[in-house]
């Protein structure tokens, strides 16, 4: 069975600054996908960043990028010059496909507050 | 260009109604997944759904809940008899098929049972 695990429930990140929040999974499967997503307080999952876990290379896409180290089974999201729109729920999420269907596991979620 | 669209965004029903969640996925899009999300934690899978078809649904309590998506219109996720235990937000996410790794969230259905 794949787990998801985020150990981090609450973060608070000054503005402008950095923040880095962390992901670990449990898997036996050696092709899979990793994401991140974000959910502000209008509930919306919004996605912010995938990872195929063939790629050796980290994803990134403009302020946000991932440190993925698989044989650690670890995968955090580092958020750059943080703005106060950053400020939600996110969630670290697993996929794997099956012949039946992507499956997908969420972590719990780390609650993100950007302090202006 | 429209995404997913859940209807509706919030529902209240008394203990023992039924429940009734439509999800329409992206035009195109042949595959819905369900998931649950109850306070204070991640989203659970509950189904996965091709059209006219159930391909898994080993998250989906055994009892009162069904889920169905027809040839044509919504998929559509049915409690029966709600007790306050039912009370979260439930998400629809569609993907166009299977090799296709991502998918596309609903803005979701906050359910509340009183």
């Known amino acids: 069975a794949q787990t998801v695990t985020q150990s981090q429930p609450e973060m608070s990140v000054q503005e402008a600054e950095t923040v880095t929040l962390s992901c670990t999974y449990d898997t036996s499967e050696n092709n899979y996908y990793l994401f991140w997503y974000k959910q502000p307080p209008s509930r919306q999952m919004i996605l912010v960043i995938r990872q195929e876990a063939y790629k050796q290379q980290n994803a990134t896409e403009n302020r946000f990028s991932v440190n993925f180290q698989k044989a650690a089974k670890s995968f955090s999201l580092k958020i750059s010059d943080s703005q106060l729109g950053d400020t939600a729920m996110y969630f670290c999420a697993f996929m794997k496909h099956a012949d039946t269907g992507n499956q997908f596991y969420f972590g719990t979620g780390t609650s993100l507050t950007v302090i202006p | 260009n429209a995404g997913v669209m859940q209807n509706p965004r919030h529902l209240v029903r008394r203990r023992g109604q039924e429940a009734r969640l439509r999800c329409s996925p992206v035009k195109g899009h042949s595959h819905v997944y369900w998931y649950r999300q109850l306070p204070e934690e991640g989203l659970k899978f509950m189904v996965y759904l091709q059209k006219e078809n159930i391909i898994d649904e080993s998250g989906m309590p055994k009892e009162r809940f069904s889920a169905e998506f027809p040839k044509e219109g919504p998929s559509i996720l049915r409690i029966q008899q709600v007790v306050r235990g039912d009370s979260a937000a439930y998400f629809c996410?569609?993907?166009?098929?299977?090799?296709?790794?991502?998918?596309?969230f609903g803005p979701g259905t906050r359910l509340t049972v009183t």
């Open positions: 996410a569609s993907s166009p098929g299977l090799s296709f790794y991502e998918q596309y």
